[in-house]
């Protein structure tokens, strides 16, 4: 294959970068007046990087001898992150106006967060894969405390860079002694030594892969960082981090355990059940107590990645699929309760964060109290919403290997989840309502909200086929 | 296609989903608004009554065992499959005759919030009937499960003071006694490679797999039903949730699980089902006799009735898992002349309710003197509730507890003291309210029955009588396939201790006597 077709494979990358890099150029030279026209041009490329995932980039195959992957995969997860970078980016402006003016990097730092999530998918190779971490990651720290004024931004930011140096530092060192054990960083050469045997070596370089990684999707027992980033980070960028960023790490860590580390599928296993479990139950019991509505979708976000990774326990095409599937919906129902989040501001027009704000949120904003029930609903995976759908799909993959007291003990666990769900419905619904939110003036995020309420609702039962088709396609590469 | 030439199922329960969209987005001012989701949710509902009815009347006996098919692969793992037999065809018409009596129950007392009240309801009026018409596991367990969400919502919006906590202990206990039976539901489809549940109920599910799926089954329909000692959070239900939600909960919530448990537990595993029968049999004859005796002392009406129903739902369990004809023809009369009767009583409780904001018993009293239609309507449906003959409830008991005797005489024996105590508190919550002197000023100045009333009762009264005096009418569609149900799991038949050769079987039933003592 030649260069000029590898280079074709790369495609939304490329898209990204020189986009990212023109538009940092526009926002040194035109200022922060240009802030909405950079954000549309920025979205405008993640809707070109998003068409280009019909050409080859979704079927190439390996290009650069294996370091980037061109697989229906990552062109899977890839669609779902720069949907969800596109929502990240076209929310922002107004909620930097008010929060006191608006930056052109915020979109510019996007697109190369998104480009560096967007290679990692893609990685075929350790080095691959920790190159796209740091871009993604490096943007990331900024963004969180991209409100440099705002003392909780600022200290979210610390907090993301001090714990997710740490982690890198954890993945870098796992991944040196995978190198060292297996003497290749590329995933299939890593499978193949590990088919012969998993050494002492192996499996510490595993368990520390594994480890840097649950960071990055904010498993329990690496989730501390979660709350605090998330409460204290402006809130679209939070939207990003739950989402987008989600997404990315998640398929990461999919491709990693099935690729590189498939033969040894019985050691991570145990690693994986053991967090998917402590996440759900944690992710769970912690969010009872939270009184802000971002830290409660933080432990939500802890609690929702512990039922996609049961999926990966299964470890089977269903299983991957599975994961796609949660994460495809579970994006849906976090951006939608994000955009919530950014909807509740007070008469002043101050942002307010509490759950207590809520009460009575049914009378005052009868469709954004609807609209966050269902998410709410959705998320604890009540049926007949689609968040019932992604935790069955999971819970079908275990059941299908056989694994059903797993499944028996998982599920049970979203029952603790629910309850705090339905803690905030019944502040909204029940709770004599106290104060009034300002009405919505945006029909943009209006309409995105309820473009999200309408995917979770019964209504996107319709797109069960057509996803189970994608993502069953999609895991298939990984095999 | 089926007899009528049009998807009937897919448009009833369309019908009322359209209705809750209406009633929630009609434009205009608060109180034309409430006026236009009054009307439309009785006009909805009036309309699926009335289908129902055709659907009665085309019903054919003797025919096919489903009828009325419906199947489209639209969602790829399950299918949107709908179809009913007899079983399910009573339980729908139950389900559409109790929709417009709930609305009209609503019509003054509710007040606040009408348009989201009313979209409550008919949802789960669409959710009620799915329930009994999915014949695709994972599409009944959408139905079975999605109707939580209406219900936390009139409980914990529209009723009482406690109603916080309430709506709470229903949402968790059922969701945490149904996600296991999802779990069975996957692993059954696997086993047998489809989700149709006409298929599923003629699937052996070897013996060891069965006492699981049957536990976890279990699990869930038992929390439903509800059975001792996982019933405590429906007398709370009961007594926050407005009147027209304690009718549906009793009349209608309540028999998805007795249907759960003759659709699933019986057909599907019936090895477990013997295995497992004295589980069924002691918690039923502890309830039965347990419950009675609580409800003895409420001194409140809807907490009285709501353990009468968990003592009637014991005898439904019982007659259930009686292994016979009359067994089961009985739990099912019982539980369609429970859900006739306990929602009647829930609207006696609610019709004074209105009058006097109290459910103390202690605060009425000889209403008979200045209510006497009302006194009337609650004497028939009390008798009712204690099973006198002529009314609904004594031609279901009797039979269950004929299906008892056969199976183990000590079950019939400990279920007929149920009966008497039935008696007992019914009659003493009767002379409470409508008899002794009127000394209590403001109950003296409550008036009777208003025409909206009258028109509630009457047909609940006619349909008691009905089914007390002529119950082949709803017995003739459930024939056909009770026997293929008894045909299924007469191999598991535990006998009787009349039969010589099952000696042994005295011997659990010791047991069981001495775990209630």
Redesign the interface.
Known sequence: MNYYMQLLDTMPELILSLGGIVLMLAAAWMGDKATATISWLAAACLALAAISLGGPTSYGGPAFDGLYLADPFAAFAKLLIFIAAAVSVVIAPRFFDRAGGSRAEYPVLILFSTAGTAMMVSAGDMLTLYVGLELQSLAAYVLASFMRRDGRSAEAGLKYFVLGALASGILLYGISLVYGFSGTTHFGGIAAAMKTGTSGGLLFGLVFVFAGIAFKIAAVPFHMWTPDVYEGAPTPVTAFFASAQKVGAMALLVRVAMQAMGPASHQWQQIVIFVALASTVLGGVAAIGQSNIKRLLAYSSINNVGFALMGLVAATPAGAASVLTYMAIYIAMTLGSFICVLQMRDLDGNPVETIASLSGLSRTRPGLAAALAVFMFSLAGIPPLLGFWAKFVVFDALVAVGMWPLAMIGIATSVIGAFYYLKIVKTMYFDEPQGRFEPSSSALEGGLIALSALFVSPLGYFAIPALGVASLAAAKALF | MNQLGFPILSLMLAIPMAAAVWALVAPGSEEARAQNARVVALGATLIDFALGIVLWASFRIGGPQWQFVEHSG????FAWALGIDGIALVLTMLTVFLMPICIGASWKSITT?VP?YMAAFLLMET?MIGVFAAQDL?LF???F??G??PM??II??WGGAN??YA??KF??YT??GS??M??AM??MS?YAGTTDIPTLMKTDFPRQAQTWLWL?FFASFAVKMPMWPVHTWLPDAHVQAPTAGSVILAGVLLKMGGYGFIRFLLPMFPEASNQLFWIVMGLSMIAVVYTSLVALVQQDMKKLIAYSSVAHMAIVTIGLFAWSRQGIEGAMLVMLSHGLVSGALFLCVGVIYDRLHTREIDRYGGLSDNMPKYAMFFLLFTMASIGLPGTSGFVGEFLSLVGAYRVQSWVAFVATTGIILGACYMLYLYRRIAYGALTKPDVAAMTDLSARELAMFVPIAAAVFWMGIYPESFLAPMRGDIGQLLARIERADPGGDGHPSKVAAAEPAQLAMAEKR
Not at chain 2, 74 to 77: K, Q, S, T, V
């Open positions: 639209i969602f790829g793992r919030r989201e959710l994972f367990y959408i139905m499960e999605g939580l969400i936390y919502l914990g919006i109603r916080i709506s709470y949402f968790l969701l945490l996600v296991l999802l779990i996957l692993w696997h976890a």
